[in-house]
């Protein structure tokens, strides 16, 4: 059972066990909003605990019965919810393929951004992205740069989060930054073993 330290556990009955893995190497980007375009409020957590009050808005009808999750949320304000461990499969992407590879779940990490398509996301989303991200590539190596795409890079057509308004460019400067930064204590740390050889 693998968790953020720094995202709040969610008790969440959808998931299950993957089948291997070892062959995590894929991140995916979501958005949700409950009701859509409404923020704050509790309908996230709701549908992914199965625990959603389905007369609490009209839109919410739709999604009785449906049992779907992902790993971790990210609210607008930066905090995080984890509501499966990355070692098992989230319910997140559905009926997908990328490179060739079909079954998206079995393999992939799903993270949602609270926000919609088209409202561009916050700074703190953003600053809470990239250090769950790294943390993340961290425990599953495999994850490369390229391999962290939209749910709309692995369900085209059918699914078009996290939308226009996510800043992919921004996103992978401060990938690439977080991981130079990372880097650097264990040159320090190289180098003051080297000095301490020579004393
Ligand atoms: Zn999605």
Request: charged share 20%; proline share 6%; glycine share 8%.
């Amino acid at each position: 059972m693998k968790y953020y330290p720094l995202a709040a556990q969610v008790d969440c009955p959808f998931f299950d066990e993957r089948p291997n893995e070892s062959d995590v190497n894929l991140l995916v980007i979501h958005n949700i909003s409950l009701p859509p375009e409404e923020f704050g409020g509790d309908g996230i957590r709701g549908l992914f605990t199965g625990t959603l009050d389905y007369s609490a808005h009209p839109f919410y009808a739709q999604l009785e019965g449906l049992r779907v999750s992902a790993h971790c949320v990210i609210y607008r304000d930066g905090k995080i919810e984890q509501y499966v461990p990355f070692s098992h499969r989230a319910w997140h992407a559905g009926v997908s393929s990328f490179q060739g590879v079909s079954r998206c779940n079995d393999y992939s990490i799903g993270i949602e951004l609270e926000g919609t398509d088209n409202l561009a996301y916050t700074q703190v989303q953003y600053d809470a992205l990239v250090e769950l991200t790294s943390f993340i590539r961290k425990v599953y190596p495999r994850i490369s740069l390229g391999r962290i795409v939209g749910h709309n890079d692995i369900a085209p057509g059918r699914k078009t989060d996290p939308g226009v308004a996510f800043n992919w460019t921004y996103f992978r400067q401060r990938i690439n930054h977080r991981k130079s930064l990372v880097s650097e204590p264990t040159q320090m740390n190289v180098t003051a073993k080297k000095s301490r050889e020579k004393l």
